[in-house]
């Protein structure tokens, strides 16, 4: 096994984090490339491993696998034996309906509420959550953590680390970069997943990182 994980700036790119953490969490080796994001020539270096011209791109061997949610699955199918999704069925269709949830949906929080994990915003966050798109988009996450909490007893979304905890762990650094206040049971889930090894590692190397990029 030779895989190779290509990612934007760890600040910044919460489509990087969630492969890389899904990775990380199952224990899997890979080497990194960090492309600079929003430069001159980021396009042109992501082309020569991502025909989308997008981070993040798992390549494996001649292999190139493209988009967060792909890259997940692949991992999980290929290096993981499922161990990634719920064992139950149900509870896997579940947790893929969330992931699959935030993959696709929640536009208006990512547009006010862009990842910025080194940032501490809250009045700006005050100013999205006036927004009734924004607020529509953190009820309903909150919604989809309580149920999901309150079905598997935690402490992630379907008891064990899944794929589906990867893709909300970028709304929960969201949550404190702009101060969006949390019942005291999803406080307790947006600490567990901050305080996973690999979270720890990906927020203190996104601390290091000296670059900037300006909404």
């Not at 910044?12 to 984090?17: E, G, M």
């Not at 890259?71 to 509870?91: F, K, S, T």
Request: proline share 6%; charged share 20%; glycine share 6%.
């Amino acid at each position: 096994m030779s895989l190779t994980l290509v990612i934007g700036n760890r600040n910044y790119s919460s489509w990087s984090l969630r492969p890389w953490l899904a990775m990380k969490q199952a224990g899997l080796a890979f080497e990194e490339v960090r492309i600079l994001l929003h430069r001159p020539d980021t396009k042109e270096r992501i082309l020569r491993h991502s025909p989308s011209g997008r981070v993040p791109c798992l390549v494996d061997g001649a292999l190139a696998v493209w988009d967060s949610m792909a890259i997940c699955e692949y991992v999980n199918e290929q290096y993981c034996d499922g161990c990634l999704w719920p064992a139950d069925v149900g509870r896997r269709a579940r947790a893929r309906s969330v992931a699959a949830e935030m993959h696709s949906g929640f536009a208006a929080l990512r547009t006010h509420m862009s990842m910025d994990i080194r940032g501490r915003y809250p009045e700006r966050g005050a100013a999205a959550l006036a927004r009734p798109d924004v607020a529509t988009d953190v009820d309903r996450i909150r919604s989809i953590w309580t149920d999901c909490l309150a079905a598997s007893g935690g402490p992630f979304l379907f008891g064990g680390f899944s794929i589906a905890d990867a893709f909300y762990a970028p709304v929960v650094t969201r949550f404190r970069t702009y101060g969006v206040a949390l019942a005291p049971g999803l406080e307790a889930y947006s600490d567990a997943v901050f305080a996973l090894p690999a979270m720890q590692q990906w927020v203190a190397a996104s601390a290091a990182e000296p670059e900037t990029i300006d909404d």
